[in-house]
């Protein structure tokens, strides 16, 4: 596994790092047993065509958080974790598709490598 990052871009509220690693990974395991349980969960829609959107809000406010911490650990200026009533607002923001899209890529870069990697060895 490799440590992926990327941003979720909002107009209202400003750019958000995102991170995928092993401290999130660890999170979404323990709350969902493994990160192919939670995909399941976040990629299954109801009659509309929505994800349960309390579990991507949980997925994402661990990668933001992550994002926002490891980039706190360089910068002079901090800036505060989110909660997951500020998630649902970036989501809203920069659009549910545009926030699936960016958490499938980046999660499955981060495990793919890992694959690939397993392959060789």
């Known amino acids: 596994m490799k440590d ?12 958000y790092p995102i991170v995928f ?8 395991q323990e709350n969902y047993g493994s990160i ?3 995909g399941k969960v ?3 829609t109801d009659s509309d ?12 406010l661990s990668m933001i958080n992550e994002g926002i911490d490891i980039k706190n650990e360089t910068s002079e200026t901090k800036q505060e974790f989110v909660n997951l009533k500020q998630v649902g607002r970036i989501i809203t923001d ?7 899209k960016a ?19």
């Open 103 to 121: 958490v499938k890529d980046l999660s499955l870069s981060s495990t793919q490598d890992e694959e690939e990697n397993s392959k060789n060895a």
């Open 42 to 44: 976040v990629e299954t």
């Open 21 to 28: 690693n092993l401290n999130v990974l660890e999170e979404i």
């Open 36 to 38: 192919s349980e939670w």
């Open 94 to 100: 920069a659009g549910l598709e545009n926030v699936l």
């Open 49 to 60: 065509g929505v994800p349960k959107i309390s579990d991507l809000k949980a997925g994402l």
């Open 4 to 15: 992926k990052t990327g941003c979720i871009h909002t107009q209202n509220y400003g750019d």
